[in-house]
């Protein structure tokens, strides 16, 4: 059976999973589980990533990582080739330790942030090697409780999601993990047929080339390079806010609206995160979020579709004029 293509994105949640060959064991003492979890560390000061949970079990190793400019794939095989090489030393062997290529599934990250990362954590406790999640040392849900230094987790932006106060976070994020417990094995957050974990909207707008997004019932037609002018003169027409608002740092419901639409809208049309990132004012995480939220909103909303199918309809005749006025 062939592989699925994996989907790169900057901005893109991932959940990795790794296992030993023949789901033999890959970990044996403290000192393997500390050495992974070292390189990790390692490579995440060299190609920056955000690293939300994670999860090492005696044969296998489960991670959610948010990508920022370097590839997963280039990001796994480092930490993957060095941990190799340090086991068969260790334990005067050779050969392969890890099982082919590492399983990489997108997620949205609205709504699965927050589901994922109690999802990893639970793992221990749903393998019936503890019967208290706190209790495993070889996952991030101790960093979460504050039982131990941050570390190489980036803790604060799902604490986020449960409260301001961090103290009154951590007790919902307890909350929330302690309902997950009698959830059971959940066959998604481990196998998707299109490698894409998320809405209906969010699964087909990743799976489809940059460039070639078709709204349902309409024609596919490739994007040449995206035209930034036009598509920001059409969001400030059809959302009636002025682009120094959606470009800049205000705020307030109709900006934020804006500016996700501007997102969402670019995305379709091809833009990377990056370029996102430079037109909205946003880091690449948060420009990942909005677009979320924003094919959240008009999966709920019809006007919002309407709205957004708006925008791409005035950037194209924005595209049109202006490429009559040149000739």
């Known amino acids: 059976m062939a592989r699925k293509p994996r989907i790169e994105i900057e901005g ?9 060959v023949d789901r033999r064991d890959i970990f044996h003492s403290p000192e393997d589980f500390q050495k992974f979890l070292t390189l990790l560390g390692m490579q995440k000061a060299k190609l920056p990533f955000f690293l939300y949970a994670y999860c090492l079990m ?28 340090y086991y068969n030393r260790r334990y005067r ?11 990489a599934i997108l997620c949205q990250s609205d709504p699965y942030l927050a589901q994922l990362v109690r999802y990893i954590h639970l793992n221990p406790v749903r393998a019936k090697m503890v019967r208290k999640v706190e209790n495993y040392p070889y996952s991030s849900h101790r960093a979460y ?15 986020r999601l449960f409260g301001v106060r961090k103290a009154v976070a951590r007790t919902r994020f307890a909350k929330h993990v302690a309902a997950g417990m009698k959830m ?4 998604e957050m481990y196998e998707t047929p299109s490698g894409v974990l998320g809405s209906e ?12 997004f078709t709204p349902k019932g309409t024609r596919k037609t ?32 109709r900006v934020i609206e804006a500016k996700e639409t501007l997102i969402l809208s670019g995305r379709r049309l091809g833009a990377s995160s990056s370029a996102l990132s430079i037109l909205t004012g946003l880091d690449i995480a948060n420009v990942s ?23 791409i309809d005035t950037y194209h005749r924005n595209v049109k004029e202006s490429s009559i006025s040149q000739a």
Not at 184 to 187: P, V
């Open 145 to 159: 409780m504050g039982m131990e230094p941050d570390g190489i987790v980036d803790v604060d932006p799902v604490l």
């Open 58 to 85: 005696t044969n296998h190793v489960h991670l959610l990582i948010e990508r920022r400019t370097d590839d997963i794939g280039r990001i796994m095989h480092r930490v993957l080739t060095g941990y190799t090489q």
């Open 12 to 20: 893109g949640l991932y959940h990795l999973i790794t296992r030993g």
């Open 184 to 187: 059971g094995h959940l066959a």
């Open 201 to 212: 909207e969010f699964v087909d707008s990743m799976i489809h080339p940059i460039g070639e």
């Open 289 to 311: 979020r909005r677009h979320d939220a924003g094919v959240r909103k008009i999966r709920e909303d019809p006007t919002l579709r309407d709205i957004h199918s708006q925008v």
């Open 222 to 253: 490739v994007q040449t390079e995206l035209d930034a002018e036009a598509l920001i003169a059409a969001v400030e027409r059809i959302c009636g806010v002025a682009r120094q608002e959606f470009c800049g740092k205000a705020k307030g419901a």
């Open 93 to 103: 062997r050779s050969g392969h330790v890890l099982q082919g290529r590492h399983k």
